[in-house]
């Protein structure tokens, strides 16, 4: 019994880490696409690696590489094959046709103007390493093309994660999620418990369902699909405007009180004979520091925690409610 109950409260815990992690990746990502941070992110990356803007932006305007995205943007994501194509054609010029021999790319490497000089030694020590064969040096060039990506991508994932920091911090708070105040009511209150335990335990099946019935179909025999266009922005906004929405419902549908009460919300509730256990919306200064010197230390923990993100909780989620059900004892069965 102490051993269920100490697994239930893990259980409601874990799942309120999922939630709120929720919200905060479906504002991560609302954020990317209002500031474009991905493309952005690229532009840099490849300006950075081929170490000249006018060159840069001669490739972002070949037709392989402009195609890739809605007009007036620039696209999140090029495959290396397109890029060491579009890198050549410009390099070679873009009205004459592409490059057959390794002597004339070397020929169209010395003719860079000294501002890229850096682009031109890069491109004859992949030149020359790849000992005269044209197609070993497209293979240098896509190594070297899928290197610098790595990098980039590693850019990106630490900004993200300091990103979604600040973002975990300002939920928690928005939430008044205190993880030990969330601990301390999941242990004495056995009905928040329990009716956290099944929402938990539903979500994890419907997810379950939800993914097996969103796997792809096996691929049959003939020509691949053609590729579809990318989604236009107002499509993006409106897909992650409906994430953070369904995020925040979800919060909302939990059996914890969480969030700030105001005084006409306190009002209504007692007129109704009902409790409002949310703490009150702190008013002054006074309040404030109250608030951070009681719930701190909570807050740390509950922003540390979704900052994870939801992948990760989803997982322990998976894990644990799965012991569970496996763990009942054999008059409960019988029930």
């Not at 590489?65 to 620039?74: A, V």
């Not at 995020?247 to 939990?254: P, R």
């Amino acid at each position: 019994m102490f051993g269920s109950q100490i697994l239930d409260v893990a259980i409601g815990l874990i799942f309120i880490f999922l939630m709120l992690s929720l919200v905060v990746t479906a504002l991560n990502e609302f954020v990317a696409i209002a500031l474009k941070r991905r493309p952005k992110m690229l532009w840099n990356g490849i300006a950075r690696l081929i170490g000249d803007r006018e060159f840069t932006e001669s490739v972002y305007a070949h037709p392989l590489i402009c195609t890739l995205s809605k007009s007036g943007t620039h696209p999140s994501y090029i495959p290396s094959h397109t890029f060491v194509l579009a890198v050549l054609d410009v390099l070679t010029g873009v009205d004459n046709p592409p490059p057959t021999t390794t002597q004339e790319i070397s020929a169209a490497i010395a003719k860079l103007p000294p501002a890229q000089k850096v682009l031109a030694t890069q491109l004859n020590v992949l030149l020359h390493d790849a000992g005269g064969s044209i197609e070993e040096f497209k293979g240098a060039l896509e190594q070297w093309f899928d290197n610098s990506m790595e990098r980039v991508s590693g850019w990106y994932k630490r900004q993200t994660q300091w990103i979604l920091l600040v973002m975990a911090a300002v939920v928690t708070i928005w939430s008044n999620a205190d993880t030990v105040v969330i601990t301390n009511t999941l242990w004495r209150d056995p009905a928040i418990r329990s009716a956290l335990l099944a929402q938990a335990q539903q979500y994890t099946v419907q997810e379950t369902k939800d993914s097996a019935t969103a796997a792809p179909a096996p691929r049959r025999d003939g020509p691949p699909p053609p590729p579809a266009d990318p989604p236009s922005e107002a499509a993006e906004y409106e897909t992650a405007s409906t994430k953070v929405r369904t995020s925040v419902e979800g919060i909302s549908s939990l059996a914890l009180p969480l969030g700030w009460s105001t005084a006409a919300e306190r009002a209504t509730a007692a007129k109704k004979n009902q409790e409002d256990r949310r703490d009150p919306i702190p008013a002054d200064a006074g309040s404030i520091f109250s608030a951070l010197g009681h719930h701190s230390l909570g807050w740390l923990l509950t922003a540390m925690a979704i900052s994870l993100g939801a992948p990760f909780w989803f997982d322990i989620l998976n894990k644990v409610v799965t012991v569970r059900a496996s763990g009942k004892a054999p008059e409960e069965k019988k029930k």
